[in-house]
């Protein structure tokens, strides 16, 4: 099984903003030419907007209530007093408005976390927020440098964070790079052999590795996520709202939404093309055959993406048989040219998840 496999944030984000509504003017124009005169006698007939005689006025309409938006509560993982986050559609403009947030450059975080300040690789943000997530966002840290001959399987599995950005996600125990002190879970791969890697996909990444001739010795260029709490941002740094007092960790400030969006057991899911939404958390069917294919991508590409898992799941769903699943599969995610094989095993794992066979 491929080593050098990859494992993202998605990562993963989608309708919240606000939009601009432009004021038409074309009513406002008034013709220059003369209303007809009539006479003193003549009645004029009424117009069809005209209420009828004995009708009741119709109220005008009120102003459009805006749907409040979500607001999620952020720190930076190695130390900073804490911000609120809102309106993002998808991962890239989450880190956008951290990095408003926290007045530093959107290019400076890795990853973000759930719930835990560590570089905890099962917390990791994908497509999917919780309501009552704490979002910790790991920036980077130093760089180092690694030479490594390569192997048939290098050990490595590789994700990325929706924005740019791939990092390492799993290492096997005993494989060239568990040996590497320098390679650590967390890790931005940041180039090959001299190659940047700043831009690609996790999928890409893994192909550079499997495309090294075996025993071939090449460098590789890592950035570790920042040491939580070695260096603390200055309480100056984040620039939440002052009419929004700062939350305690636990509490994301959306508890008014409680109500309105259901048993607080939904999620924002963040979607590449078209608005995020509220939806409901993952059967345990999703769950289970997610995970299946997730396993599957590690096995043959050397990668993880639960956020792609995901998505070939709900492509699964409808589908009566397997040239139909491939079609979409192909229409869909063309860009990662799976093998055949691939796809026939998700085919029958999600079959298999279905049918409660796993």
Request: some cysteine; glycine content about 8%; charged content about 25%.
């Amino acid at each position: 099984m491929p080593l050098f496999k990859r494992g993202q944030k998605s990562t993963k984000q989608e309708a919240l903003t606000d939009t601009e509504q432009g004021v038409d003017k074309t009513n406002n124009h008034h013709s220059n030419s003369e209303m007809p005169q009539t006479s003193p006698n003549h009645q004029a007939r009424p117009s069809p907007a005209d209420p009828l005689p004995g009708a009741m006025a119709q109220p005008a309409p009120g102003p459009v209530k805006q749907q409040q938006q979500l607001v999620f509560l952020c720190q930076l993982a190695h130390g900073s007093p804490t911000g609120r986050i809102a309106g993002f559609t998808n991962v890239r403009q989450l880190y956008e408005k951290i990095s408003d947030a926290f007045d530093m450059p959107a290019t400076e975080i890795l990853f973000c976390t759930l719930n835990v300040y560590k570089v905890d690789m099962a917390r990791l943000l994908g497509g999917q927020i919780g309501l009552e997530d704490f979002i910790y966002a790991h920036i980077k840290g130093s760089e180092k440098n690694g030479n490594i001959k390569s192997e048939p399987s290098l050990g490595l599995t590789i994700t990325d964070n929706g924005a740019g950005y791939a990092f390492i996600k799993r290492i096997k125990e005993d494989s060239i790079m568990a040996k590497m002190d320098e390679c650590l879970v967390g890790d931005h791969i940041e180039s090959i052999n001299g190659k940047s890697m700043i831009g690609a996909r996790h999928f890409e990444v893994a192909r550079a590795f499997k495309e090294l001739p075996v025993g071939f010795s090449f460098t590789m260029v890592l950035v570790e996520p920042r040491k939580a709490f070695t260096k603390i941002q200055p309480r100056s740094a984040a620039k939440a709202a002052p009419a929004s007092p700062l939350v305690t960790p636990g509490s994301t400030g959306n508890d008014a939404l409680k109500g309105k969006v259901g048993s607080g057991k939904e999620t924002l899911r963040l979607r590449a093309k078209g608005p995020a939404e509220i939806a409901p958390v993952p059967t345990e069917f999703e769950e289970k055959a997610a995970g299946k294919v997730d396993d599957l991508l590690e096995s043959y590409m050397g990668i993880r993406d639960l956020e792609l898992a995901n998505e070939l799941v709900e492509l699964f769903k409808g589908k009566t048989d397997f040239p139909a699943f491939t079609s979409g599969v192909t229409e869909a995610l063309g860009e990662f040219d799976f093998p055949e094989t691939f796809v026939f095993d998700v085919w029958g794992a999600i079959s298999d998840a279905k049918s409660g066979r796993i």
